[in-house]
Structure formats: structure tokens, C-alpha cells
């Protein structure tokens, strides 16, 4: 291993230390601003969490260009159902797995705490000597994964350079020059409310019905690949006991299933009554739609599991939104049979997937919508849908299409500010210093990209005019999931490519 690949793994492993999930970013961007004033770096931040460290140039690079290093300190938080990990608080534990690293079933936030470490690592290889460069200013943002909220909110002046290497691509080899821009949509659907007979209330029992194990991943990356969705299989199997038990047999108690806005949902749950007489034929509906989701996404999802289980009313207590009142849902508090209708027909409804290919770029999403998370608050069920596009039309087009089914279940909906995609410049120069570097390097021309994922350069680049970009990395493989891990080989490939990049501008 080299040496230096050693050391980014060991920063890697500090940073994994501190928790920053998303909108939660306050400790690791105190820990970088430490980092950088205790090795001597002129440093900043601002109300966002945002951080920027210089670095002076080394010997020899003091007529350079300024080269701007960026990546995002926030990660996104999934693990496996039976992990007890808690983000909030506990280090994320780093498993070597021959040529890899993942997490203990956890996300392990290579997406983007490997560009992080790589940056640390680079400076004071340089302030050492043992490495030289231009000018450097190190920028972290925050709450990337959940609104680009820091990039979004980055005030004019705050940094200086031109020339901005963003290290948040998970394909080592690749450069990246270009990406769709997004938005999400939330959707609200009031709930109407239902108390059934208590006489009657001895003919039902309780269950939860649960979708899981399936491979989720990043909505942006793995879109493609026809993974399945939870929150619509658990919807399908809802729709398909009502029609086998009859509708008035299988009563909605509590939803909940996605984490955020960019992953494929890998789990929903629904938490339901269900009629005495009617235990068997629900039995027998759910082991035909399983044996019939493992057989369609057996590529896709082997892990799949769909699961009805009897549980006891205090569960349901327990799990219920703080905001619903208690007293009724240890009563068997039910959504009446419109909103379960409204509902099932609109999720089912709802668009999920690739909507359009690329006609410019081969292979190519152009246009896609994730359909992400869905959640029974109080009186309320509240859907996201994080809708992605390369063509700023098809954007509107398809975010317009969430917006109708919404409002044909009668829900309303809230589209939040979108954020830009980023033009791909074929003729910059920093792309063409960049391939011939890497060309010699390695032998080996790189690929070049234009991407469906979400980055930041598309925000920063629409706001510093005069920009010229290019994203790269180590190679990481599910981001956004429990299975998320990062190819050990390939960091000491980016180092190398970096170190010989610089070189050039001495």
C-alpha cells in the first residue's frame, strides 16, 4: 500500500469519528477549522458550516495558479435493519475487506469524507515538504446530500480561486464534466381518521407488513439499474390484500419507509389491522407476491424480503408520530377507507425511475425521479420526490407530473428550489491539462463524463463566473447505502494523479 494511501485512510478514520449527518455538521466543521489553525492555515467559515482553508503555495509554486480542492463533510446515514448503530452519536466502524473498505453494516460516508481526508493529507504533505503546489483553498460544504444548501449559500468572495477540483466522483479513471440539476417535491396528503366499532375490535389483530433487504443506492448513480422500491412494493402489497381481503378487512394504522431524498428506498413498513377470518388468505397473498417480487428482482434485490407479522398494539404505540394523539391509536385508530384509497392510487401513480434517455450522450439518463421516502405525521402522510434532469424542460415536465397525480389524490405540494445542472465545457483548459496529465500517467486516456448525479459544481459554477471545473475520485461503490465501500487501490491513484497534476504548473 502506499504510504500516503495509509495516512488518507487514517484521516479518513479520525473524520469517521465525529458525526455529521446531514444539517448536522456543527462537529466536523469545528474539527476542520482546529485542523487547519493548528498547523498554522489562514482558515474561515460561515453561518452554514461552510469552511475554507489556505494553503500557502510551496517553494517554487508561488507564480502558480490558485487551485480550489472541494468536498462535502456531510454524508448520508443508512445501515441495515439490524444494526443498533446510532449516527447521532457513535463512530463509524471501517471493515478491510481484501482491496476494500465498507462499513460495519452502515454507510461508511466515502461520498464525501474520502475527498476530505484526501485534501488534509495533501496539505500538510505539502507545509512537510514532501510534496509540491499551487496555492490551495480547501473547501468543505456542508448539507450537500439533502439541498446543496451549503454550496448554495456561498457568500461572493469567500473563496478566491479559479480553478476547482471537486473530488465528490466515485469512479477513479473518470473525469467528470458535467451533471443534471434536481428538485424535490413534498407531498402532503391530510388524513382522515376512522374509529372502528370497539365491540368489534376483537376481530382484528395487528401486524406489520415489511419490505427489506433490497439494494437501494444513490438515486442519481444507480438509477438505471432497475433496483426495486420499497415504498412502491409495500404499496403494491397494501393494494393486493385489499383486493383479495376485501378493503374493509385490512385497515392502514402507520407508514413509514426511505431514509432521504437521494437514496432508493431499501425498506418500508406499513403497520395495518387485519380481519381474524381473513389471517389465511392474507398469509396466502403475501407468499405469492413474495415468491413473485424475488423472482422479478432477483438480479437486482437477492436480498429481498417481504414480511407479514403479527405484533402487539404497544409496538404500534410505540412507533406512532409524537404528534397523533396516543390514546386513539392504542385504539385502533385507522385512516378512513377514502384516504387509504387516495393514498394507495397515488403512490402507485406516482412516476419512479428513468423517465428519459439522453439523445446527445449515449447511456445517459437524462431524466429520472426517485420517489424517496414516505411518513404518517400526525394528521398527515408526507412524501418526497427528488426529481433529476440534464435538460431544465423535462425537468419542469416530470416535476409537473408529481405535482398532477398529487393533486388527483388531493394532496397538495410544495416544490423546493431546484438547483442548476452544470454544463459540460469540452474546450476548458483545466480538462485538457487534466487528460493529458493523467494520459501520461497512467498510460491510459481517462473517461470523460457528463453524469445524472447531483454535484456541487453546478451551484458554484453558475455563480463564479469564470470557472473552470472537473470532478474526480477514488472508486466507491453503493454510496447512500449500508453496502457503500471504497477500492483501496484506486485512492493511491487519485494521489498520484494529483501530485503529477500540480507538478505541471511549477
Known amino acids: 500500500m502506499h ?6 485512510l487514517e484521516v479518513f478514520q479520525e473524520i469517521n469519528k465525529i458525526p455529521r449527518r446531514s444539517k448536522h455538521e456543527e462537529q466536523i466543521s469545528t474539527w476542520l477549522q482546529e485542523w487547519g489553525r493548528s498547523r498554522g492555515f489562514e482558515v474561515k467559515a460561515d453561518s452554514l458550516n461552510n469552511v475554507l482553508i489556505k494553503v500557502p503555495a510551496t517553494v517554487g509554486f508561488e507564480n502558480s495558479p490558485t487551485f480550489i480542492l472541494q468536498g462535502h463533510m456531510d454524508m448520508v446515514c443508512e445501515k441495515c435493519k439490524e444494526s443498533g448503530h446510532d449516527f447521532s452519536r457513535d463512530p463509524i466502524r471501517s471493515i ?22 484526501l485534501a488534509l493529507v495533501l496539505a500538510e504533505a505539502g507545509k512537510k515538504g514532501e510534496i509540491g503546489h499551487s496555492r490551495l483553498e480547501l473547501l468543505f460544504t456542508a448539507d450537500e446530500e439533502t439541498g446543496l444548501t451549503g454550496a448554495r449559500g456561498l457568500e461572493t468572495g469567500f473563496f478566491e480561486g479559479k480553478r476547482l477540483l471537486n473530488l465528490d466522483s466515485e469512479d477513479e479513471g473518470v473525469f467528470v464534466i458535467g451533471c443534471a440539476g434536481g428538485q424535490n417535491s413534498l407531498i402532503t396528503l391530510p388524513v382522515e381518521w376512522e374509529k372502528p366499532d370497539f365491540k368489534r375490535e376483537h376481530l382484528f389483530k395487528f401486524f406489520r407488513l415489511s419490505v427489506e433487504g433490497l439494494e437501494g443506492g444513490h438515486s442519481g448513480v444507480e438509477i438505471n439499474k432497475q433496483r426495486a422500491n420499497g415504498i412502491q412494493l409495500l404499496f403494491l402489497a ?9 378493503a374493509e378487512n385490512v385497515r392502514l394504522v402507520l407508514l413509514n419507509g426511505g431514509s432521504v431524498h437521494n437514496a432508493i428506498p431499501s425498506t418500508a413498513e406499513a403497520f395495518i389491522v387485519l380481519h381474524r377470518e ?3 388468505k392474507a398469509d396466502e397473498t403475501i407468499s405469492y407476491l413474495r415468491h413473485a417480487f424475488k423472482a422479478e428482482y432477483a438480479k437486482t434485490d437477492p436480498g429481498l424480503i417481504l414480511n407479514l407479522e403479527e405484533i402487539s398494539r404497544e409496538i404500534i404505540f410505540e412507533v406512532a408520530d409524537d404528534k397523533a394523539p396516543r390514546e386513539e391509536v392504542s385504539h385502533v385508530r385507522v385512516f378512513s377507507q377514502e384516504t ?8 402507485l401513480g406516482l412516476p419512479h425511475g428513468v423517465y428519459r434517455m439522453s439523445e446527445v450522450i449515449q447511456g445517459l439518463v437524462e431524466t429520472s425521479n426517485n420517489l424517496a421516502t414516505v411518513r404518517t405525521a400526525g394528521n398527515k402522510v408526507m412524501i418526497v420526490s427528488s426529481q433529476r434532469s440534464s435538460n431544465n424542460p423535462r425537468l419542469a415536465e416530470i416535476s409537473g407530473k408529481v405535482e398532477a397525480v398529487a393533486k388527483l389524490a388531493g394532496a397538495w405540494v410544495e416544490h423546493e428550489p431546484g438547483y442548476p445542472a452544470w454544463e459540460p465545457d469540452l474546450k476548458s483548459e483545466l480538462l485538457l491539462k487534466c487528460k493529458q496529465v493523467y494520459t501520461k500517467t497512467f498510460g491510459k486516456e481517462p473517461e470523460i463524463e457528463v453524469i445524472h448525479a447531483g454535484l456541487e459544481c453546478g451551484i458554484i459554477g453558475s455563480a463564479y463566473e469564470g470557472m473552470e471545473m472537473i ?12 453496502s457503500e465501500r471504497i477500492f483501496i487501490p484506486s485512492i ?8 503529477n497534476l500540480f507538478k505541471t504548473y511549477c
Open 3 to 8: 504510504p500516503k494511501t495509509q495516512q488518507i
Open 96 to 117: 478491510c475487506d481484501g482491496d476494500w473498505i465498507r462499513g460495519d453494516g452502515t454507510s461508511i460516508g466515502a461520498d464525501d469524507g474520502i475527498a476530505l481526508a
Open 238 to 246: 397494501l393494494a393486493k390484500l385489499r383486493e383479495k381481503l376485501g
Open 278 to 280: 381473513k389471517l389465511e
Open 340 to 347: 387509504e384509497e387516495k393514498l394507495i392510487k397515488m403512490i
Open 471 to 482: 470532478s474526480f475520485g477514488p472508486t466507491i461503490k453503493d454510496a447512500h447505502s449500508p
Open 492 to 499: 493511491e491513484k487519485v494521489w498520484i494523479f494529483l501530485e
